[in-house]
């Protein structure tokens, strides 16, 4: 199941390095991948787009994401950005 999950940022080299490492130990594959600046310009906005097996790896790697130390928030947007219900 393709899953969006959010990342707000600090906006400083190596920080997108360092989520797609994150991603990529468990063997994730990232599907989608898109970064976007904010009006402020000190935080960027990180979406992956990633198909797990089940969606309890995609709130263990919502929660592993969080604790980076240049992530401001990390969430699961799929319901909201394709429009579906929880």
Not at 51 to 58: P, R
Not at 61 to 74: F, G, M, N, R
């Amino acid at each position: 199941m393709l899953r969006l999950i959010q990342t707000k940022v600090v906006n400083k080299p190596g920080v997108l390095n360092r989520i797609t490492q994150v991603i990529l130990k468990p063997q994730h594959n990232i599907d989608t991948l898109t970064l976007t600046g904010t009006e402020d310009y000190d935080i960027s906005l990180i979406t992956v787009g990633i198909n797990f097996d089940t969606l309890e790896a995609a709130e263990l790697l919502t929660k592993q994401l969080e604790k980076q130390v240049d992530v401001i928030s990390a969430t699961d947007i799929t319901e909201k950005r394709l429009g579906l219900r929880a």
